[in-house]
Structures are given as structure tokens and as C-alpha cells.
């Protein structure tokens, strides 16, 4: 049997916030989730309210999602943030930020924003997760491309978000 990080360490009241676009949530996306949920004692997974970007699914309709997804996991809640990160890790009393690193290409721009967040509030701590590799080349943007070109998404998004895709941009 696989022991939670909480069952070796005593009791893990560490905090931890999983920030993103979730537009929408991918498998990438899940396993990450998944991966930290067993590190952290409580992992809030957060979409961010007001994006420049113009999103495919509302934030309540990627909260919708994201709440089915991380039914699974009982220390797992999903919440919406506006601001800066790092001032809403404090008003939720966490230390610890999480973000999924695919390949090379990410890591610079995480590093500039885990640099920056540190910078802001030093007591913050950004952990970078690795998805599972067969997830390395997932994002949503892809998808959402793949599904609008006919392409075939099943296994890189989870079964709702897929009904959801393709009744959204193919409307069946
Ligand atoms: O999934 P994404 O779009 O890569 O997530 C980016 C996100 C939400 C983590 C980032 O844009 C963010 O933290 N925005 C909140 C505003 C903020 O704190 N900006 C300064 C970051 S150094």
C-alpha cells in the first residue's frame, strides 16, 4: 500500500495552491493534481479570474470542471482567485505554490514567475511537478485546436471535459 506523505510525516497541515488557466483542465493537468495532492495536506487548485486571454469556458464553467475532476481526491478543493498569487496564497494561509513543468521550453518563463513571486512575498515557496511524460506535449490550447480540426483528444483530457469540447466548438 502506497502511505500519503502525511502518514510519514505526521500530520501535514501544509497548504498548497495550484494555480492556472484551466481553459480547460487536460489529463497533464489532473496528474499534476494528483502528484501534489499527495504532497500537500490541502491543495487548492485556482483559476485566475481576470485573463487578457479571451477563454473558450467561463470560470464557472472551468470551476464546473475542474470540481468533477478533483472529486476523486478528499484533501483536493477548487477555488477562483483575482489579483496577484501570491497575495491570495496568503489569504487562503499557503505556502506553497505548484505549477507542472512539460519540457525545457517551460521552465524560463516559470522561473521568471517564481522568481518575481518570490520576490513579492519571500515566505511563498513555488515547486515545479513533472506530469507524466505521455502527457508532455498536452496543452489546452492543442486541444482545443485538435477537437475544432476533427482530431481525436481521448485520453489527453478528462471524459467531461471532452463532452464539454466537443459540445462547445463542434456543437454536438
Ligand atoms: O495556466 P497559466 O495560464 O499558465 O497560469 C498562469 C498564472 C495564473 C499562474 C499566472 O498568470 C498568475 O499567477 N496570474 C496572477 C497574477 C500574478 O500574480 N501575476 C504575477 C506573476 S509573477
Known sequence: ??????????????????????????SGHRDVIARAAKIAGRLIVAVLRNERKQPLFSVEERIEMLSEVVREFPNVEVDAFD???????????????????????????????????????PDVETVFLMAGEQYSFVSSRLIKEIIRLGGDIRGLVPPVVEARLKSRLLGG
Open 1 to 26: 500500500m502506497r502511505l500519503h506523505w502525511s502518514q510519514v510525516n505526521g500530520s501535514n497541515s501544509t497548504i498548497a495552491v495550484y494555480p492556472g488557466s484551466f481553459d480547460p483542465i487536460t
Open 83 to 121: 489579483g496577484l498569487l501570491v497575495d491570495y496564497c496568503q489569504s487562503r494561509g499557503a505556502h506553497l505554490i505548484v505549477r507542472g513543468i512539460r519540457a525545457i521550453s517551460d521552465y524560463e518563463g516559470e522561473l521568471q514567475m517564481a522568481l518575481m513571486n518570490r520576490r513579492l512575498r
